[in-house]
C-alpha cells in the first residue's frame, strides 16, 4: 500500500487549504485513513481520521470546527479540508492507513506535504 498527501502550500491566516491522500496499490475501502502533522521541533499529533466502515470521523480538539475530513472510495482518495487557517496550523502532514483510526501510529505512511500559514 502506497499514500501520496498533496495540496499543501503557503496561504495567509484565515485561508483555507484542501489537502488530498491518494491511495496506490490497494482499494481505499479497506483502510481507516488519519492525518497526522508535525512542526518544527515539536512531536508528531493526530489531527483527524476516517473510519473504513461507517465513516465515523475524528478531530483532534485544536481542529475541531475548522477542519472536515472525508473520503470518496471511488477516487481512493481522502480529502482534509482546512478552514480558518491560524499560523500553529504550521507543518508538514502526512496521510496514513491502517485498519482502524489511531491518534498515535499507522501501518503504512505516506510522505507529508508542507502546510505553511503566515501572519
Known amino acids: 500500500v502506497q499514500l501520496q498527501a498533496s495540496g499543501g502550500g503557503l496561504v495567509q491566516t484565515g485561508d483555507s487549504l484542501r489537502l488530498s491522500c491518494i491511495i496506490f496499490?490497494?482499494?481505499?475501502?479497506?483502510?481507516?485513513i488519519g492525518w497526522f502533522r508535525q512542526a518544527p521541533g515539536k512531536e508528531r499529533e493526530g489531527v483527524s481520521c476516517?473510519?473504513?466502515?461507517?465513516?465515523?470521523?475524528y478531530y483532534a480538539e485544536s481542529v475541531k470546527g475548522r477542519f472536515t475530513i472525508s473520503r470518496d472510495n471511488a477516487k481512493n482518495t481522502v480529502y482534509l479540508q482546512m478552514n480558518s487557517l491560524k499560523p500553529e496550523d504550521t507543518a508538514v502532514y502526512s496521510c496514513a492507513a491502517d485498519r482502524r483510526c489511531s491518534d498515535v501510529d499507522m501501518d503504512y505512511w505516506g510522505k507529508g506535504t508542507l502546510v505553511t500559514v503566515s501572519s
Open positions: 496499490g490497494s482499494t481505499l475501502d479497506y483502510y481507516a
Open positions: 476516517i473510519s473504513r466502515s461507517d465513516r465515523s470521523t
